[in-house]
């Protein structure tokens, strides 16, 4: 064996390795079982906070729930008032009672300052405390978790999962998995990229194994606590109707139902109270004076849309190409370019379809690279097309030896592409006319899968609950949900040309 064998098998002994004594550490600080508690309805000296029973609850792996029954709490407690004005609890409203909130928690605070942002001085619908933006939804919940969790371990009901020595043992000596396989890479006289990406992988790869256990694991006292709310869960599943409580009842539940929500017993009220990013299609907006519910429309397949002059001319011109390419491949071909199949034809460039199948990959790949979105993933499409077999049976349902000029097939899509092509066209002129100007407030930014795409920008302007969403250039400044913006737009492709914030 080698010198450079025996340093790839030594690299990967040592990922075996590692990965032993992972699974081992993994087996050693699981949580122990919780034994449930008889059925009780007591909460017993000094309870948790519906937010740390929700860690409880979720066997310290998440805080789930959390935020939806901390805000029932501090409305059982006074600090919130939750209404209800009909018989659909999704029209609740939250309000604020203007109690001094001295002796909430940090992550209670937070709760209340996002009711508080929402609500103001007239309330608002519950639907609208959820956020417009994955990212800042994101980073909201993170910080609740961990203002959780730190209150949860001042309680000796939580620790980590890896102390300080076995964790720092962990990281150190992934780092080294990776260094047999630099030596074989270097002894092998290869180049410096690849031993530097061999070397490196293997640790990346468990690193970030590593950081998907880290996390919370039960103290001893911890495990005794959640078998006591399992008993509260226990004699709250005893009433049939808890489960759908909406969010109001918590007048005539008090604490019970925050409790319930963070246990996952009262699953409509927690359904109704989300902290996360929202319904992106259904958002709540106060623009104009009222609270209501506006709809959202994201037009993905629609033909030009976001684009500017040049690109429409660019789409029109390849549609043109892919129209005339067509028909003219259409109208010069003969009808022997179909020759029957043979076994003197099999190998040959005359082997059946595959003539035919070259002019119109060939077109379809010409209006690609004509429109700018060619790449090797599109080379490597048309290769596959006019790979031998793929056309032979053609021939049974087209008659290509007894027809001349263009398949009905062919004129279809000659005409939608030259109905494409008129429609761009238009686009480009209407583009050139003066923009309109409109004001509004900011729903949501969505982004796109394509990072060259221009991003949603779904804006209410208070004259109905229905809007589309425009289209933000990739390049332009990113506007925040929630601002009030004045927006120069082209109806046409609803791009966005320019965006000013107006100040209040």
Same mark, same amino acid.
């Given at each position: 064996?080698?010198?450079?064998?025996?340093?790839?098998?030594?690299?990967?002994?040592?990922?075996?390795?590692?990965?032993?004594?992972?699974?081992?550490?993994?087996?050693?600080?699981?949580?122990?079982?919780?034994?449930?508690?008889?059925?009780?309805?007591?909460?017993?000296?000094?309870?948790?906070?519906?937010?740390?029973?929700?860690?409880?609850?979720?066997?310290?792996?998440?805080?789930?729930?959390?935020?939806?029954?901390?805000?029932?709490?501090?409305?059982?407690?006074?600090?919130?008032?939750?209404?209800?004005?009909?018989?659909?609890?999704?029209?609740?409203?939250?309000?604020?009672?203007?109690?001094?909130?001295?002796?909430?928690?940090?992550?209670?605070?937070?709760?209340?300052?996002?009711?508080?942002?929402?609500?103001?001085?007239?309330?608002?619908?519950?639907?609208?405390?959820?956020?417009?933006?994955?990212?800042?939804?994101?980073?909201?919940?993170?910080?609740?978790?961990?203002?959780?969790?730190?209150?949860?371990?001042?309680?000796?009901?939580?620790?980590?999962?890896?102390?300080?020595?076995?964790? @720092?043992?962990?990281?150190? =000596?992934?780092?080294?998995?990776?260094?047999?396989?630099?030596? *074989? !890479? &270097? #002894? +092998? /006289?290869?180049?410096?990229?690849?031993?530097?990406?061999?070397?490196?992988?293997?640790?990346?790869?468990?690193?970030?194994?590593?950081?998907?256990?880290?996390?919370?694991?039960?103290?001893?006292?911890?495990?005794?606590?959640?078998?006591?709310?399992?008993?509260?869960?226990?004699?709250?599943?005893?009433?049939?109707?808890?489960?759908?409580?909406?969010?109001?009842?918590?007048?005539?539940?008090?604490?019970?139902?925050?409790?319930?929500?963070?246990?996952?017993?009262?699953?409509?009220?927690?359904?109704?109270?989300?902290?996360?990013?929202?319904?992106?299609?259904?958002?709540?907006?106060?623009?104009?004076?009222?609270?209501?519910?506006?709809?959202?429309?994201?037009?993905?397949?629609?033909? @030009?849309?976001?684009?500017? =002059?040049?690109?429409?001319?660019?789409?029109?011109?390849?549609? *043109? !190409? &892919? #129209? +005339? /390419?067509?028909?003219?491949?259409?109208?010069?071909?003969?009808?022997?370019?179909?020759?029957?199949?043979?076994?003197?034809?099999?190998?040959?460039?005359?082997?059946?379809?595959?003539?035919?199948?070259?002019?119109?990959?060939?077109?379809?790949?010409?209006?690609?690279?004509?429109?700018?979105?060619?790449?090797?993933?599109?080379?490597?499409?048309?290769?596959?097309?006019?790979?031998?077999?793929?056309?032979?049976?053609?021939?049974?349902?087209?008659?290509?030896?007894?027809?001349?000029?263009?398949?009905?097939?062919?004129?279809?899509?000659?005409?939608?592409?030259?109905?494409?092509?008129?429609?761009?066209?238009?686009?480009?002129?209407?583009?050139?006319?003066?923009?309109?100007?409109?004001? @509004?407030?900011?729903?949501?930014?969505?982004?796109?899968?394509?990072?060259?795409?221009?991003?949603?920008?779904?804006?209410?302007?208070?004259?109905?609950?229905?809007?589309?969403?425009?289209?933000?250039?990739?390049?332009?400044?990113?506007?925040?949900?929630?601002?009030?913006?004045?927006?120069?737009?082209?109806?046409?492709?609803?791009?966005?040309?320019?965006?000013?914030?107006?100040?209040?």
């Amino acid at each position: 064996m080698t010198f450079e064998a025996e340093m790839y098998w030594s690299g990967a002994g040592l990922i075996a390795l590692w990965l032993t004594l992972f699974g081992l550490a993994l087996a050693a600080t699981r949580n122990g079982a919780v034994v449930a508690g008889p059925a009780t309805q007591e909460f017993g000296q000094d309870p948790e906070s519906p937010a740390v029973v929700a860690l409880l609850a979720n066997r310290w792996r998440s805080v789930d729930r959390a935020a939806a029954a901390t805000l029932l709490d501090l409305a059982a407690r006074g600090h919130i008032e939750v209404r209800q004005p009909d018989d659909d609890p999704a029209r609740s409203t939250v309000h604020l009672t203007g109690k001094d909130p001295g002796d909430l928690t940090p992550y209670e605070r937070r709760v209340l300052h996002r009711v508080v942002e929402q609500a103001g001085a007239t309330g608002a619908p519950i639907g609208a405390i959820a956020f417009r933006a994955e990212e800042r939804a994101k980073s909201w919940n993170s910080e609740l978790r961990q203002e959780i969790v730190t209150e949860a371990r001042e309680r000796g009901l939580s620790r980590p999962r890896f102390g300080r020595l076995l964790g @720092g043992a962990l990281s150190v =000596t992934l780092l080294g998995t990776g260094v047999p396989f630099t030596v *074989a !890479v &270097v #002894a +092998g /006289g290869h180049g410096i990229r690849a031993a530097v990406f061999l070397g490196c992988l293997p640790a990346i790869v468990l690193a970030w194994l590593l950081k998907r256990a880290l996390g919370e694991r039960a103290t001893r006292q911890g495990l005794e606590r959640a078998g006591h709310w399992a008993g509260v869960e226990s004699w709250l599943n005893a009433h049939e109707e808890f489960a759908q409580l909406p969010p109001a009842a918590v007048t005539v539940w008090d604490r019970y139902l925050g409790y319930g929500a963070a246990l996952g017993v009262t699953s409509r009220a927690g359904r109704l109270l989300g902290f996360d990013a929202g319904d992106k299609r259904r958002v709540w907006s106060s623009y104009g004076g009222t609270w209501r519910p506006v709809r959202i429309r994201y037009p993905r397949v629609r033909p @030009g849309f976001g684009a500017k =002059t040049a690109d429409l001319i660019q789409l029109a011109c390849a549609a *043109a !190409v &892919v #129209a +005339g /390419g067509l028909y003219l491949f259409a109208t010069l071909r003969q009808p022997d370019w179909a020759v029957t199949h043979s076994p003197g034809t099999e190998h040959s460039l005359r082997r059946p379809g595959l003539i035919l199948s070259a002019g119109w990959v060939g077109v379809a790949l010409l209006g690609v690279l004509v429109a700018g979105r060619f790449n090797r993933w599109m080379l490597l499409v048309g290769f596959v097309a006019m790979m031998p077999g793929n056309f032979m049976g053609w021939r049974s349902v087209w008659p290509f030896d007894t027809m001349d000029g263009p398949l009905p097939l062919e004129m279809v899509v000659i005409a939608g592409f030259a109905a494409l092509t008129v429609y761009y066209v238009v686009l480009a002129v209407l583009e050139c006319r003066t923009a309109h100007t409109v004001t @509004g407030e900011v729903l949501r930014m969505e982004p796109r899968r394509r990072k060259s795409a221009p991003r949603f920008l779904a804006l209410d302007t208070g004259d109905g609950d229905r809007t589309i969403a425009w289209a933000l250039p990739r390049g332009a400044p990113a506007v925040a949900p929630g601002s009030i913006v004045r927006l120069s737009v082209s109806p046409a492709t609803r791009v966005v040309r320019a965006a000013t914030p107006v100040v209040n």
